[in-house]
């Protein structure tokens, strides 16, 4: 495993230590975690965005039957035409 020098606030590290103590964890880990997730890049974005899209797939709403509604559909059902009645 390679070792990296970093340049960074006095101040900043140690609100980092602060954090990553509270987390269980420490900065050399987030670290090394954002540095593997920088370095994956567009192809764990892209799996993640197939995975997304997989999920919305299962999860379309479905009226059953295959039949579609549009908005004036909708609208019609739930807000009948009223107007002057017919005489028959």
């Keep these: 495993m390679a070792n990296l020098t970093l340049v960074i606030d006095d101040e900043l ?11 269980g964890t420490s ?3 987030v670290v090394r975690e954002q540095i593997a997730r920088y370095a994956s890049g567009r192809e764990a974005r892209l799996r ?3 995975e997304l899209d997989a999920l919305v797939d299962r999860l379309q709403p479905s009226s059953g039957g295959g039949r579609t509604f549009d908005r004036n559909d909708i ?3 739930r807000m ?3 107007g002057p ?3 028959q």
């Design 85 to 87: 009645a017919r005489e």
């Design 27 to 29: 900065v050399n880990a």
């Design 80 to 82: 009948p035409r009223h």
């Design 75 to 77: 609208y019609e059902e």
């Design 48 to 50: 993640a965005l197939a």
């Design 13 to 23: 590290l140690q609100k980092a230590r602060i954090r990553a103590a509270s987390e």
